[in-house]
């Protein structure tokens, strides 16, 4: 009589076991497809969406739409400069997601000349407040170099304004 090897079913009978339940746990993976906007309706570009407790996450298009994959039992959290950070859990494949304005969080953010947006702690420049910012606005101007004659606050070199304070 011929023995029977034992060992090769149980690995073969342990691979299928395991080829299976693979398959199970990334079926549960759902793709959510979802808009981002803001309080008026108006779609918030450039949004971060991610998977709460996880690097996977996306940001918005300029439409504010985002596609991202994640589980039923998921939380996404989305967030972005000037709105409050909002965990929501994934409960459906589209999502419509409104961000709230954050006004507390407003003059944490520096506005450079040249279009970076840092926070105050990060820069190594001083920062300043130009406090007649009526009497700037109320002044029709076709440069920043224009109003600097007659205000003692401001100057300007070939590339850059500088705020003395």
Do not use: C, H, W
């Not at 299928?16 to 309080?39: M, N, P, R």
């Not at 709105?83 to 961000?99: F, G, H, N």
């Not at 520096?110 to 420049?125: C, F, H, I, M």
């Not at 101007?141 to 070939?158: F, G, I, K, R, W």
């Amino acid at each position: 009589m011929k023995q029977v090897n034992l060992g090769f079913y149980r690995m073969v009978l342990f691979l299928l076991l395991g080829l299976f339940t693979s398959v199970i746990a990334y079926s549960q993976q759902i793709s959510v497809k979802g808009i981002v906007k803001d309080q008026i309706g108006e779609p918030v570009i450039g949004a971060n969406v991610l998977v709460g407790g996880t690097t996977n996450g996306v940001i918005t298009n300029v439409n504010g739409e985002f596609i991202l994959s994640a589980s039923k039992s998921d939380v996404l959290v989305v967030s972005f400069v000037g709105y409050t950070t909002q965990e929501i859990p994934v409960s459906e494949k589209q999502m419509t997601i409104v961000l709230k304005e954050d006004t507390e969080l407003l003059d944490e953010v520096v506005v450079l000349g040249y279009g970076a947006n840092t926070r105050k702690q990060d820069l190594s420049a001083s920062v300043g407040i130009i406090s007649n910012t009526d009497e700037l606005a109320a002044r029709p101007v076709t440069s920043t170099e224009s109003m600097l004659p007659s205000n003692p606050q401001l100057s300007s070199s070939a590339s850059f304004l500088r705020l003395n304070v």
